[in-house]
Nanobody
Framework: QLQLVESGGGLVQPGGSLRLSCAAS????????IGWFRQAPGKEREGVSC????????NYVDSVKGRFTISRDYAKNTVYLQMNSLKPEDTAIYYC???????????????WGQGTQVTVSS
């Protein structure tokens, strides 16, 4: 069974940066699209970004375009989310999950990790 573990969250000031990691075990990630999601307190879960199995296609929710970059390292079986110019509204628990493709996104994703907390505050 594929297992996903998120890491890299923490407390940062507005304008700061974090790089989140989604590390897989049990299966290679090569065959899967991987999505990043977030959920803030009292808010619905939101799809943030997705990368295709080949790495050739990426997408982002409008609110993070130009600030976040998703990438993958096949040798490390890991997907990353580089988050720059962080804003307080980015505060949430961030999760990764697998899907067959990024079309559709955010529908059809599962094998959720445990999440990593990102807090953006001065």
């Amino acid at each position: 069974q594929l297992q996903l573990v998120e890491s890299g969250g923490g407390l940062v000031q507005p304008g700061g940066s974090l790089r989140l990691s989604c590390a897989a075990s049990g299966r290679t990630l090569d065959n899967y699209a991987i999505g990043w999601f977030r959920q803030a307190p009292g808010k619905e879960r939101e799809g943030v970004s997705c990368i295709s199995s080949s790495g050739g296609s990426t997408n982002y929710v409008d609110s993070v375009k130009g600030r976040f970059t998703i990438s993958r390292d096949y040798a490390k079986n890991t997907v990353y989310l580089q988050m720059n110019s962080l804003k307080p509204e980015d505060t949430a628990i961030y999760y990764c999950a697998r899907g067959r493709s990024c079309q559709p996104f955010p529908d059809g994703f599962g094998s959720w990790g445990q999440g990593t907390q990102v807090t953006v505050s001065s």
